[in-house]
């Protein structure tokens, strides 16, 4: 008798832990507020799955799965203040496993403009990518101390937003702390992207792992700054940061958004009024031609998801600038990595200095610079005197970084107009003579060329941006 009552207690007790361990489904709910406790209506809501909107008491509800959703996650309205902590973008989240832990429910508190503006500044910042001490200085003592005098001078017009695009740290996961802090108090709020380098190299991404392990690739990241996927708005913009790398361990990664992602996408933007302006973060590019080098693998899905939009992409992940104009409604800007080409000098592999791009957003348009560090806005491009691009030894050259279609390159010798220079596509001079082996620099398509006469003593190149501003160096031959 004994023994079959041992025999049905361990029996039950096997079902209560299967049953404990198949317990991964909640009804999540709670309250979208401002600091009054006054409810706030059609706030969206996301578990990265699934969506909802608040009803007008603030209140909203969702079922998810715990082994696939981590976050439950707001899109703050344009109404109200990105919430933030020391000028990290924090508040618009909770993760999943603090939600089971207070009885599934949550409230969002926000805090309301007092005065609504459609002008605001959008900074996008590529690849810090520190590995150790020396980069970490580097990255403090000459990109932070950039920036922040950048936003210094901006913030006293209009409300600063900015946003890492990935390879905050380069798979050095004991950084993660000293980055936040460099990061904080910049004033502007900082949002961050998650990149290759940024992921636990012991395992795999979530969506690779077996179902409701507690160990995946973005674990530590998530620790730091939440969900990868989000949104918020802005003025009129609406802003989408995503994760595009399906991450397999040791450093091994494919540039491409998951199914689940692309499906994510299209119930976020089904909230967005078609036409709407909409910025799209994210660290590995959809459609570069220069190289072809690490554009994500489903960039027709993506492109056919953003159609109705209008659209800027701000991406990394290169370390070189390339805009590409895709539709006259989509718009990439591939730009130049914070650290350069690895922090081994100034420049990027494009011969872009290590930088950032700034966006002055004004409702429905922008217009954008991309900021040299320990330069000012007027450093537009680089102008290489006659014999100093050694694959051009006949000509001046200019490395003009944001080029597009739109701009225009022209030359004048001795005061005379000589017209357009000539694009085309090389490796940058001063990138290529970083490295041993010449060849191996990566080609760019944004140089322009002039072959000055024998006897020529003064050239004068302007460049003449989309904006129509005008930016001009002069050498001596």
Sequence with gaps: MKTNTLILSMMLCCIGIGVTAQNTQ????????????????????NDGIHFTKTDRQGA???????????????????SHVLPQQEGVAEGFYVPVKVLVKSDCK??????????????????AVSDPQVRNAREMKRWCQEAVPDLKETIDSLKQSREVVATTLGDLVFDNMTLWSEYKQSVKNTGATFFQCIG??????????LHNMAAGTPTYGEMVYNSFFGPTDYSYNIGKAHIITLKNLNYVGDKQYIEC????????????LSYVPHGSLVILNMHASAWNRVEGESNIRNAAELKEVLKDYNVHVFCGHTHFCQNNEVTPTLYEHNIGAACGAWWSGWVNQCGAPNGYMVVDVDGDSLKWHYKGIRRDFSYQFRLYGKGK???????????????DSACQVVWYQDGMPMGDMEQFTDADEERASQLKDYTKAVKTAHLFRAMPADDAK??????TNRFGEVFVQTINL
């Design 257 to 268: 958004l998951t199914g689940q992602q692309i499906a994510w996408l299209k119930k976020e």
């Design 26 to 45: 909640f009804n999540f709910s709670g309250k979208v507020i401002d600091k009054s406790g006054n409810g706030i209506a059609d706030v969206v809501v």
């Design 196 to 205: 290759n380098h940024d992921m636990d190299m012991r395992y795999q991404d």
């Design 389 to 403: 691009f050694k694959s051009q030894s006949s000509f001046v050259v200019a490395n003009v970084w944001d080029w």
């Design 60 to 78: 909203w509800n969702l079922v998810s799965d715990t082994t696939m959703s981590k976050f439950v996650s707001i899109s703050t309205p344009a």
């Design 458 to 463: 003064h050239i004068r190149v302007e460049l």
């Design 106 to 123: 949550h409230n969002f508190v926000l805090e309301k403009h007092t005065r609504r503006n459609d002008k605001f500044y959008f900074i």
